[in-house]
């Protein structure tokens, strides 16, 4: 069992930065892939980002790349989601998401509860 707590969101400028983390409980946390994923208003919940469990493979929306950046920590079992250039349209519910490697999607892993981020214009 993993439990993913997610912080850091807040309210920042268009072509500001922010940074959200990811804390996650249990001892196996450099075994799983860690996701971010966000949610809009009235919009479905859309893919941000994956790590891989070493941090030596990532992938991004084409929608962040080159502004986003995700990382982790595993001695410290955090992940963390850096967040440059933001847009309004970069405002969202973001979610961290785990899944172990020998699973295909994030779906049937584990969930945080979100971190609200909000760009103004």
């Known amino acids: 069992q993993v439990q993913l707590v997610e912080s850091g969101g807040g309210l920042v400028q268009a072509g500001g930065s922010l940074r959200v983390s990811c804390v996650a409980s249990?001892?196996?946390?450099?075994?799983?892939?860690m996701g971010w994923f966000r949610q809009a208003p009235g919009k479905e919940r859309e893919f941000v980002g994956r790590?891989?469990?070493?941090?030596?493979?990532?992938n991004y929306a084409d929608s962040v790349k080159g502004r986003f950046t995700i990382s982790r920590d595993n001695a410290k079992n955090t992940v963390y989601l850096q967040m440059n250039s933001l847009k309004p349209e970069d405002t969202a519910v973001y979610y961290c998401?785990?899944?172990?490697?020998?699973?295909?999607?994030?779906?049937?892993?584990?969930w945080g509860q979100g971190t609200q981020v909000t760009v103004s214009s």
């Open positions: 249990g001892r196996t946390f450099s075994s799983y892939t």
């Open positions: 998401a785990a899944r172990t490697t020998m699973a295909t999607t994030f779906e049937n892993g584990y």
């Open positions: 790590i891989s469990p070493s941090g030596s493979s990532t």
